[in-house]
């Protein structure tokens, strides 16, 4: 398939349809309104990766300046919102999150016309997205998930245009949104960016230069992030909290008599006993000695908001002790660390909607939702985590259909599928560069988010899972695209 569409049709196919996408958008979403949707803006108050509301308002920059448990940028757009919009921040919150729904489902339908979708699909897939429980919920619900598929989504569709037109504008818009995705998550580590800009450059030899030019900025914004974390707290990342992720994957899964065998065996520190992510206090004995640094962000044990605050600073040195934990239990425990990547991977293919944060919402649209996972991810029974617990290791069956089976099935179809199409593109002459790398762009990143999540995670597999998602979506747009044109 050589998806080569001239930019006169694409004008003539594009238009109608985004008005009425666009269309569509507002009334479904004043119809969610209607039976009282509501924007869930109360994690502000309590959630981990969040500083204090009140710093946020009072101290923010000193606040984003000695952050070291989360990479700064989400807290410093909740800091902007709280300053601009005292009183009025959950609808500030909802009306900036509606503009990024908007973007979102747009940038996807262009995204898939410019691969070369067909029209009548691309409108299709993107209603569906549009429309999806999932994509009404995480719009609903004050966390980074939603705006990391927005940029992620706008990102590929500046790559596809500074690789169709070669304009530096694309490309430092292309990378800055790398810089921000990666200043907002810490997953997207910078040597993700980096390796974006080296698979970039070797494709595209002689633009090597627009390419240092255009990173350059954006690279050198994480780096000073980095470098900032280095000096102040000895680390460079944009996270101090690998080791308590890592423990809840390896460690939590012993048994309490298993841990505390291996305390005196010396296999384990006995700070392992301890629940991650524990309040400060917990940790007390550990660092009796230790001095205020008259910095409320890092000195601070519980926030104004009466919830602990995850970036005191001695969760640092805490992450520090269950990191060498967790290689502990990996080296001498291979299969539990292995059987619990599995468990991750079970809770990857749930569908997204399945999410204990958002019960409020999903309980005006439950049946909706019921029938959406039914239809469209393969989910044919509803159990909840207690009744699967009850089933032990027997009914298999019923765990298997318990999850998005047509995800399972379509994940690694897809993945191959669009490799095979960007390969295939590849060897054309002439090469279409802007398709093939897309492409690319969608496929190694959805390995990427799939590969390291689910080794460090274990619970909300399938919330950052969502980020991905749309890039699922323009893959199964693309062979379906194929598909038909072959019948024909």
């Not at 009548?120 to 993107?126: D, E, G, K, M, N």
């Not at 919830?307 to 080296?331: P, R």
């Not at 909706?368 to 009914?395: A, E, M, P, Q, V």
């Not at 919330?463 to 893959?475: C, G, N």
Request: some cysteine.
């Amino acid at each position: 398939m050589k998806p080569n569409i001239s930019s006169e049709k694409i004008k003539r196919f594009i238009n109608r349809p985004l008005i009425m996408i666009a269309g569509l958008f507002f009334i479904s979403r004043l119809f969610y309104f209607y039976i009282g949707i509501n924007f869930d803006a109360v994690s502000i108050r309590w959630f981990w990766q969040y500083i204090d509301p009140l710093l946020l308002k009072n101290n923010l920059l000193q606040s984003l300046y000695y952050l070291h448990s989360q990479p700064p940028f989400f807290n410093l757009f909740l800091g902007f919102v709280l300053k601009l919009f005292p009183g009025y921040e959950v609808a500030a919150f909802n009306i900036i999150y509606l503009i990024f729904g908007l973007i979102l489902v747009l940038s996807v339908f262009i995204l898939m016309i410019k691969l070369g979708i067909s029209n009548r699909i691309a409108v299709l897939l993107t209603v569906l997205f549009t429309l999806s429980p999932s994509c009404i919920l995480y719009e609903n619900w004050l966390f980074y998930t939603y705006p990391i598929a927005v940029l992620l989504c706008l990102s590929a569709l500046f790559l596809h245009r500074f690789l169709s037109k070669e304009t530096k504008l694309d490309a430092f818009i292309f990378f800055s949104m790398l810089a921000i995705i990666s200043l907002t998550r810490s997953m997207f580590h910078i040597l993700w960016f980096v390796l974006c800009i080296i698979v970039l450059i070797s494709f595209c030899r002689k633009k090597w230069k627009k390419i240092l030019i255009s990173a350059a900025i954006p690279f050198l914004l994480i780096f000073l992030c980095y470098a900032k974390n280095f000096y102040l707290f000895g680390g460079f990342s944009t996270s101090s909290w690998l080791g308590m992720n890592l423990s809840r994957i390896t460690v939590s899964k012993l048994t309490r008599h298993e841990r505390n065998l291996w305390v005196k065996e010396k296999k384990l520190s006995d700070i392992s006993l301890i629940r991650p992510f524990s309040p400060v206090d917990s940790y007390q004995k550990y660092f009796k000695t230790r001095q205020k640094t008259q910095i409320p962000v890092l000195d601070q044990k519980v926030r104004s908001t009466g919830h602990t605050n995850y970036n005191n600073i001695i969760y640092i040195d805490i992450s520090k002790k269950y990191l060498k934990d967790a290689v502990s239990v990996i080296k001498n425990r291979p299969r539990l660390y292995l059987g619990a990547i599995i468990g991750a991977y079970s809770n990857y293919f749930r569908p997204s909607s399945d999410y204990s944060f958002f019960h409020n919402n999903l309980t005006k649209i439950r049946r909706y939702d019921r029938l959406f996972n039914i239809l469209f991810y393969g989910r044919y029974f509803n159990d909840t985590w207690k009744t699967l617990d009850k089933l032990g290791n027997k009914d298999y069956l019923r765990k298997f259909f318990n999850k998005g089976v047509f995800l399972i099935l379509m994940f690694p179809f897809l993945i191959f599928y669009g490799i095979w199409q960007a390969a295939k593109s590849l060897k054309d002459k002439p090469t279409n560069l802007a398709f093939s790398l897309t492409i690319l762009f969608l496929c190694a990143n959805i390995l990427f988010v799939t590969l390291l999540g689910n080794c460090l995670e274990l619970a909300e597999n399938h919330r950052f899972r969502f980020m991905i998602d749309p890039f699922y979506l323009i893959l199964l747009g693309l062979f379906l695209t194929y598909r038909f044109k072959k019948r024909s």
